[in-house]
């Protein structure tokens, strides 16, 4: 839907930015590409390199092909935990100097992980190629950690996991939602864990881990920025090529059996004043067709202050104060995500009815031209400003390459959203939009309501 | 896009460009205790050094492209910083800052009136409704807003998009600036979502420690209101955001900074057209109530029942954004809370195991900021981590920076400029800071300089000075019935509801 035209003026309007909007942002799209080259070293390490020279800066990014997904009963959040002692030592690095050399030297580095990979990465000027390199062969070769060092990330992981979320309003609600909906293991439970798992984590754990996943033949490096593609191969061949491999990690079943019926639970939050309503349906993997029409279709359902869900609930019923939606881009069968925030006092069952008959209406009304040409729009956006920088650069190459197996995605990926059409919409909301493929968790807020401010 | 994000730390690195951008950054926070903590060694063990990392022992010296600049016959200065990349990145940023026109300007009576006013704009202009404004950005995949911000003297218009929807982006840029009529339909539905925004506002510990912090160290100066409240909410109608808009948005107090892939000589008369008609007007008052000098350190606890942990802020007031003071404070606060390879950090999370993070910040404004160092910690803890920061505190100011510690601050200080060339809004951000403060024209050219320059004794003149551990603004947001007791063993407690009452004492 757009909203209701009120004028001729509107018409006119909307016609010329439509008009103007499609051959403009489709060949800026064109312009952002990014050229880069790949190598494979004898020890199966995949090196991906591009060049940018208009900065002297270079960022470094190392994709494991390992995340919260391998993680087996009892030890959950242990892929993250394992990230944290990533900087706490290894053959050639004291505890804490890494980061310390980063930073004394310019730069900044942090580390990441989700289901499906762990991703380390530094930032730094372009006389540090050296340094750079060195500390993340270093700590791809081992680790030099110990019973203190691991209770010391144990404390700060569950620090983390009470800033993020048993210490905030709908803290537990995402982490319900992906319980509730999962039956396989491997995405059901979250990426932070379990205060009980964190507390089960051991040396040996740790030990076997890196054993297991950390391997050159199971990571990707992408450099980007400004370097020499030569230089940066005789680089990495002198750090990372004396690296042993390894055997291949385990396969993990990432299979989701069909969901039969609808699933629903309702929690009480101690933190939260309001309720709120949040919907999961099982979708298909990333960057696979049926995803990328479902990422337009999010956009057109909650981009923006003229989507459908903004203007129906926010604008015209005045029954919500924000609603969203998104398709989750995973290497597994992802989850299309919803959220609405109720205004205190409206019927939640409402709600939901209003928001089900809006998700209705991509099944049997194709989307209009002025919608699918805006969530291109912002598809092409998105894409340009992914690559404003080496280290957005940099992780994109390296993740695509761990995650899709096409560390090209970042040049192809915008085609591919380009290309989806009405019936495209129109299909995937009747293939996953369906009462039985749902999950919906309803928290109810249980903090004393608000005196006077 | 969720929950997806497990970062070993805060993430800086992708901070680094949003604090620079903002003129009224607000780094980070700190406290004070009564009795200065016994000097026991609490501190950190040392990182260990193996020293067998490649190092390039030279510092890349760098120099900031300077924007083109412009000032209209109407006062409206226009800065411009086109992208160097080649290709260009065929995007466009732009902000309009107005001085004058941010929450500092508030009515007494009705704080966030600067907020509501601004975040109207895009809600409807003489010739264009708000569903017409909303339709056309989005259809361009391009972003407009607008915003003023609690402390801040100004509010912000941005606009970006495709740089060849530049002239529809000035266009609507200036529309919504000079021509809003806060039509009463919208007004109505954005009060409403306000007034329940602040409900969830009030369950979030970090707000509020932030608010209760500042309310104690800015007393009467406007820099201490930090939300708006139902009850200033409802005075407020189109007359009354009109009357705002009118006294308070003027061309010769604004600058427009641009960043991207435009061209200079095609984009100043479209500029010129599109806000040439803007009224120069006249200067804002920038003259406030002097901020409190206390003579002890209290204690602010905001009970906030099944809090898992507590949020801990200790600091006073700081520096105005000229201040001599600006590069010994910036390196004192690096040494002890700058990052997550400064004293804290190291001692409360790599040490101790108390939290995720703990850092030091500070600001500086047109007016005096703050400097304070803040923390989330476990409950049971509280105790512990208050005399970690304490200890921290103290040593900062008894005992001089060691030189190679100051060295290694100082180098990563400067190294780390070769960063901001990646991006030219960093660039552009350091102009508009040069703009509004008057900094002198070679000032970012100096600026590593300037660093290089500060002494040990330095810093601990600019410790004895910020950091007042004898009279600061402790402020605690967590269970009460917890740790209340543990916090009297600091100074004098007063305790608040998460509604900002006071509750006790």
Same mark, same amino acid.
């Given at each position: 839907m757009r909203i209701v035209v009120r004028s001729a003026a509107v018409v006119l309007l909307s016609l010329c930015s439509l008009i103007a909007a499609l051959p403009q942002t489709e060949s800026a799209a064109k312009k952002a590409q990014v050229k880069f080259r790949e190598f494979r070293l004898e020890n199966g390490l995949r090196l991906i390199v591009a060049e940018d020279h208009h900065a002297p800066v270079y960022s470094i990014a190392v994709s494991y092909n390992v995340g919260s997904r391998d993680e087996r009963r009892g030890r959950t959040g242990f892929a993250h935990l394992f990230e944290h002692m990533m900087f706490k030592g290894s053959g050639n690095v004291g505890d804490g100097e890494h980061s310390l050399l980063i930073a004394n030297n310019g730069g900044g580095d942090n580390g990441t992980t989700d289901e499906d990979r762990t991703l380390y990465y530094e930032t730094l000027p372009k006389n540090q190629l050296d340094l750079g390199m060195f500390l993340e062969a270093d700590r791809m070769s081992g680790l030099d950690i110990t019973q203190e060092s691991l209770d010391n990330q144990r404390n700060a992981v569950q620090e983390e996991r009470r800033l993020r979320v $048993?210490?905030?309003?709908? %803290?537990?609600t995402f982490e319900t939602v992906s319980n509730l909906a999962y039956e396989n293991f491997a995405y059901q439970h979250s990426v932070i864990g379990s205060m009980d798992d964190l507390n089960a984590a051991s040396v040996d754990d740790v030990k076997k881990f890196f054993s297991v996943y950390y391997a050159p033949n199971n990571a990707v490096v992408a450099i980007v920025g400004d370097v020499n593609t030569d230089e940066v191969l005789a680089k990495a061949k002198q750090y990372f090529g004396k690296i042993k491999s390894n055997t291949a990690p385990p396969q993990i079943d990432m299979d989701e059996p069909t969901q039969e019926k609808e699933k629903r639970t309702t929690i009480e939050d101690p933190l939260a004043r309001l309720p709120r309503i949040s919907v999961a349906y099982h979708i298909s993997q990333g960057e696979t067709d049926d995803y990328f029409a479902l990422s337009l279709l999010s956009t057109i359902l909650s981009s923006g202050q003229s989507s459908r869900l903004y203007t129906k609930l926010v604008k015209r019923d005045q029954v919500a104060t924000g609603a969203f939606g998104f398709a989750e881009d995973k290497r597994g069968p992802g989850l299309f995500q919803l959220s609405v925030s109720p205004r205190? %006092?409206? $019927?939640l069952g409402e709600i939901e009815k209003t928001l089900y008959a809006e998700l209705d209406r991509f099944k049997k009304e194709p989307v209009t031209d002025s919608e699918l040409q805006k969530a291109k729009n912002f598809a092409i956006r998105s894409h340009i400003s992914s690559m404003s920088s080496s280290l957005g650069i940099a992780v994109n190459l390296a993740d695509d390459a761990v995650n899709f197996n096409d560390p090209n995605l970042i040049n192809t990926e915008v085609d591919k959203l380009l290309a989806v059409k009405k019936e495209d919409i129109m299909r995937v909301a009747n293939k996953y939009f369906t009462d039985n493929n749902r999950t919906v968790v309803i928290t109810q807020p249980k903090a004393k309501p608000a005196g006077n401010q | 896009m969720l929950q997806t994000i497990r970062l070993r730390?805060?993430?800086?690195l992708f901070m680094t460009t949003i604090v620079t951008l903002l003129v009224s950054a607000m780094v980070i926070l700190p406290v004070s205790a009564k009795q200065a903590v016994p000097g026991q060694k609490t501190t950190g063990k040392n990182t260990k050094i193996k020293g067998k990392a490649p190092v390039n022992k030279d510092v890349l010296k760098v120099t900031l492209p300077k924007p083109y600049e412009a000032t209209l016959k109407n006062g409206l200065t226009v800065l411009i910083l086109q992208d160097s990349r080649s290709p260009k990145l065929p995007t466009v940023s732009m902000q309009l800052q107005i001085a004058g026109a941010g929450d500092l300007f508030d009515p007494k009576d009705i704080p966030g009136l600067a907020s509501v006013t601004a975040s109207m704009l895009r809600e409807g202009t003489k010739t264009r409704t708000s569903d017409q404004i909303s339709a056309a950005i989005d259809e361009a995949g391009a972003s407009l807003g607008a915003g003023a911000g609690f402390g801040s003297s100004a509010a912000t218009v941005t606009a970006s998009g495709i740089s060849d929807n530049i002239d529809m982006l000035l266009d609507y840029m200036a529309d919504i600036t000079l021509n809003p009529v806060f039509p009463e339909k919208e007004l109505t539905r954005q009060l409403t979502n306000q007034k329940i925004g602040l409900q969830n506002l009030r369950t979030n510990a970090a707000f509020l420690a932030n608010e209760r912090f500042n309310k104690a160290v800015y007393g009467?100066?406007?820099? /201490?209101?930090r939300t708006t409240s139902a009850d200033a909410l409802a005075k407020i109608t189109p007359e009354t955001l009109k009357a705002f808009h009118d006294s308070h948005y003027w061309a010769g107090n604004a600058i427009l900074a641009i960043a991207g892939d435009v061209d200079i000589k095609d984009v100043m008369p479209k500029i010129e057209k599109a806000f040439g008609s803007w009224e120069k007007g006249t200067s804002p008052d920038m003259k406030w109530p002097e901020p409190p000098t206390p003579a002890k350190s209290t204690i602010y606890l905001v009970d906030r029942p099944n809090s898992v942990q507590t949020n801990l802020v200790l600091g006073n007031l700081g520096i105005t954004r000229t201040n001599p003071d600006y590069f010994p404070l910036l390196v004192m606060n690096r040494v002890v809370g700058g990052g997550a390879t400064a004293r804290l950090f190291m001692n409360l999370r790599e040490d101790k195991g108390y939290t995720y993070g703990a850092y030091s910040g500070f600001s500086s404004l047109q007016y005096p900021g703050t400097w304070s160092a803040s923390s989330e910690v476990r409950t049971d803890v509280t105790d512990g981590s208050m005399k970690e920061f304490m200890y921290e505190l103290n040593r900062i100011r008894n005992e001089k920076v060691p030189e190679k510690e100051l060295e290694e601050v100082k180098r990563s200080l400067i190294a780390s400029?070769?960063? /901001?060339?990646?991006?030219?809004q960093s660039a552009l951000s350091n102009a508009i800071v040069s703009k509004i403060y008057h900094l002198p024209a070679n000032y970012w050219d100096t600026y590593t300089d300037k660093i290089a320059a500060i002494t040990a004794d330095d810093v601990q003149r600019a410790a004895k000075k910020y950091v007042a551990v004898d009279h600061m603004t402790i402020v605690a947001v967590g269970d009460g019935n917890k740790i209340k007791d543990i916090l009297k063993k600091y100074g004098d407690v007063e305790v608040y509801s998460i509604d900002g009452q006071k509750v006790g004492s």
């Open positions: $048993d210490n905030q309003p709908y %803290g537990k205190p %006092g409206k $019927d | 730390k805060t993430n800086q009467d100066h406007p820099a /201490s209101v400029f070769a960063l /901001s060339l990646e991006n030219p």
